[in-house]
């Protein structure tokens, strides 16, 4: 008997330490879930994540703050940053297996790119809010501004707006904001304007020259003015593509004897003072905008600036005397210039369209003095029979890059070969678009901070071709494959959800749309 006892006693120990040892873990995990609360009309609770907590800790020797790189970690709960914590390998009463660390790789605040085309509803062919925000997510862009145009509808009113979101609901990876457009309609009709305004668009975006899609007309100078008088009441930004169409003679002559797979003609067609005559009406409007002024609370802001000559001059001196206005450019001005450009490669077509060298130079001078407020991708794709790839005709392409994916990687890659640094990379691609679109909650890694982080290896380089992958809806149309880039991204946090993990996708989509109130 007491043989027996010996002999089944041990077998008994393992069997309770089994049980408890479950016991205890399903306690774990009701304990989390029971942290897990998600933004409203999300359902998809636990699939939101690629991570099974809510409360953790990120530690890497390289967090980017406010105050500069740390060494050591950040706590995260329920979505937002809790605490910041100095000193690798310290993170207060943390348990180990809620500490992700990432060594030396980057931590930082996500990108936020306040300019991009989704398209949907209307034209998901050529992007859409999954494919656009899957490839966000993978590029450590954690919020996207999403343009009134290419979609049909255009967004021009609260109507177009309600089918926007309802367009978007459970498709964002990433959380997104919307601007509608300035379009004559509404700017002669002020209360579609302040109906669309109400409704949370962050700003509205007009067109000085045609915009290639046929429900989004141009503004005139007299239309914005008008806009700009609603405007000021919100206290919202108009953002303008500021080309003026000048049928110059130096234009006409070229008619002729142009040959469309060459991509000075196409260049030559587009010419500086085409975005000058337009920033020179701008800036005639923005000196109203001062202190005191009759348009006071208003702003402008210049979309895709590509002249650094003439134009930059007069934005400048438009911000020295205290003009409401600002100025973005994008990654692919700062990376190519016209020389390199192949015949008939339209991926690079766009407008207003890459200049020489010379102009790059100036430009990234501008962003490196601070006179360019902050970088964008202007990601605006097609489908690839409209980019026109065969025949390589600069004339007729569809104009748009397409690089959303990229924005981070490209804006390195050339950047810190011309004296970027990763610090000004920040600013650049996050508090300052958060500001200027009025998402407050976003753009920096400190406490109160909504944890939108990418995770990312700036001296990590790697090829973008057919092997990589590339999540826009059309890879080959993208500026940037066949391009070395530098800076892979990692990981990608949105509100203190793992979205996007070394190449994977959670696989809900938990983004959410951000209106302004
Ligand atoms: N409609 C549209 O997306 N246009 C954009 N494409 C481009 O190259 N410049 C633009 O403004
Ligand atoms: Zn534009
Ligand atoms: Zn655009």
Redesign the pocket.
Known sequence: MDNFVWRVLPLFALLVAFVTFFYLQDSYKAQFSSLIKLPVDNDNDNECSLLPFRHYWISSKRILTPQGFISGSVEINEGKIVAVVEGYGKQGNSRQDEVIDYGEAVVMPGLIDVHV?LDEPGRTEWEGFVTGTRAAAAGGVTTVVD?P??NHPTTVSKETLELKLEAANKKLHVDAGFWGGLVPENALNTSILDGLLSAGVLGVKS?MCP???ND?PMTTIDHIKEGLTVLAKYKRPLIV?AEIQLDSESHSELKDNRDPRVYLTYLNTRPPSWEQAAIKELVGVTKDTIVGGPLEGAHVHI??LSDSSLSLDMIKEAKRRGDSISVETCSHYLAFSSEEIPDGDTRF????PIRDAHNREKLREAVLEGHIDFLTS?H?PTVPELKLLEEGDFLRA????SGLQFDLPVTWSYGKKYGLTLEQLSLLWSKKPAAFAGIESKGAIAVGYHADIVVWQPEVEFEVNENYPVFLKHPSLSAYMGTRLSGKVLDTFVRGNLVFKEGKHASAACGVPILAK
């Open positions: 085309h343009m145009l290419n067109f915009s290639g899609i989004f593509h979309v895709h077509k766009c407008s207003p202007d605006s569809w104009g748009g890059i």
